[in-house]
């Protein structure tokens, strides 16, 4: 980019589906996870596959799978009815230390990428209803945690999505108005948020929902986030 459009100023990115690809990071941390989780019984293995939404034979999640938006809190919650645990605390942060070394495939060179948004004058942030120390070590891994001006997770105190309050807590962070923001994101709930937040929704195709799904809450679908520069560019020449 060559500088910060008129338009844009902030753009704040959703993780899985959007900065990681959610098929290469997701199905292959269940394929390890759940089996442990059930401790080796069949049957306890086949009632957490179920519950959240995770096909054992294929080694995928199914796109109705809880996983694919919901809180650390609210997989925590389905996983501990299987195994009978009322220490949910604790076994959200077992959910969660398992998480932050998940498998990941970023869906673009992320380095260079946000470099480049940075270079242009943008302020960067990810919001995910994953667990807040789950991001840091996700984004610290990739090796791309200091590009971000924000990293929120859904236990930072500002909810989760589809609610716009930690879409707004961004704004409020950088400085910048909402209708001068992007979000980007591969599930309806990460639209649904943008639009009550008042910012451009962008919709991904990085996740398992598919375009004829996120097309009814986005301003535009892209096939991953490297195509963003030219919709922004595209946007502030047509305001």
Not at 58 to 87: C, H, M, Q, Y
Not at 193 to 220: C, N, Q
């Amino acid at each position: 980019m060559n500088g910060c459009s008129e338009m844009f100023k902030g753009v704040l990115f959703d993780k899985d589906g959007t900065l990681f690809d959610f098929r290469g990071t997701w199905d292959r941390w269940a394929a390890g996870f759940l089996p442990q989780l059930s401790g080796g019984d069949e049957a306890t293995l086949a009632s957490l596959a179920s519950v959240l939404g995770y096909d054992l034979k294929a080694k995928a999640f199914l796109p109705s799978s809880i996983v694919i938006a919901g809180s650390n809190r609210e997989i925590t919650v389905a996983i501990a009815g299987v195994l009978g645990r009322t220490d949910i605390d604790a076994l959200e942060q077992e959910v969660a230390q398992s998480a932050a070394n998940a498998p990941l495939e970023p869906t673009v060179a992320l380095a260079p990428y946000l470099q480049g948004l940075k270079d242009a004058g943008y302020k960067l942030g990810v919001m995910t209803n994953d667990a807040e120390s789950v991001a840091h070590a996700h984004l610290g891994h990739a090796g791309v945690r200091d590009y971000f001006d924000f990293i929120c997770g859904s236990d930072s105190g500002f909810g989760a999505k589809p609610d716009p309050e930690p879409l707004l807590a961004f704004c409020s962070h950088v400085k910048v108005d909402p209708f001068h923001t992007v979000m980007v994101g591969d599930s309806t709930h990460d639209l649904e948020a943008a639009r009550a937040a008042g910012m451009a929704a962008v919709g991904v195709l990085t996740g398992i929902a598919k375009a004829a799904e996120l097309a009814p809450f986005a301003d535009t679908i892209l096939n991953n986030i490297g195509e963003l520069e030219s919709w922004i560019t595209f946007k502030g020449q047509r305001k």
